[in-house]
């Protein structure tokens, strides 16, 4: 057991423990390597689905089309504004009620 403790290094020795704070300092210093995940499988899956899925180059694009959903929505304003051009004219003006309203047969009359 002797020769097993003296094979160890001494937490006391300057040399191990410069050898330990270097591979720390080596450790903590480096970045690791960013991987697109997301890129890679979007890319095998089209490959694979020969252009089915991921065919088109905006839905994968890093920058979201500001432009096409401006255009959608003024397209989409635009189409609301001619509903209520077209439809407000027609809502027309409220019909008067006599005021004692006739009566209603609840139960229909049953002729055997």
Same mark, same amino acid.
């Given at each position: ?43 095998? #899956? ?20 500001? #432009?096409?959903? /401006? ?18 004219? /027609? ?22």
């Amino acid at each position: 057991m002797t020769e097993d403790r003296d094979s160890l290094p001494r937490l006391s020795d300057p040399d191990g423990d410069a050898d330990v704070r270097n591979l720390l300092r080596g450790a903590l210093r480096e970045e690791p390597a960013t991987v697109d995940v997301l890129a890679g499988v979007q890319k095998k #899956l089209r490959e694979r689905s020969g252009g089915k899925f991921y065919a088109d180059e905006w839905s994968t694009a890093k920058q979201p089309p500001t #432009l096409t959903f /401006l255009v959608t929505s003024a397209l989409m304003l635009a189409m609301i504004v001619i509903a209520y051009a077209v439809l407000a004219p /027609l809502r027309g003006q409220a019909a008067s009620v006599k005021t004692e309203p006739a009566p209603i047969d609840v139960l229909p009359t049953i002729h055997r």
